[in-house]
């Protein structure tokens, strides 16, 4: 369901709207607690540069994102130690 509402909200309105990016979010976190964690580390990767630039980099949406794609390279049992690394540093910005 999260995938159609990010899906329509693209088509909509496009990528750098706040509308959009809420709605990457919650379909990544959908993601993330399904243990689908490389897919959701993609679709935050992609999603998180948008988000800091069409929302602020202190906007509650844009740390959300930031703190699933942490917790995604934290809790990949796949994960190598540079993840580990980057989730780290992900968490202290």
Do not use: C, W
Not at 14 to 32: C, D, F, P
Not at 34 to 47: I, Q, S, V, Y
Not at 73 to 79: Q, S, T, V
């Amino acid at each position: 369901m999260r995938l159609g509402v990010y899906s329509g909200r693209l088509r909509l309105h496009g990528e750098q709207h706040q509308k959009t990016l809420l709605a990457a979010s919650n379909y990544a976190a959908t993601l993330l607690h399904l243990k689908r964690f490389e897919e959701g580390r993609t679709l935050l990767r992609k999603t998180i540069p948008v988000a800091e630039k069409v929302l602020g980099e202190s906007n509650d949406t844009t740390l959300r994102m930031k703190s699933n794609y942490a917790v995604a390279l934290y809790r990949d049992a796949g994960a190598a130690l540079d993840d580990l690394r980057e989730a780290g540093t992900m968490l202290e910005e």
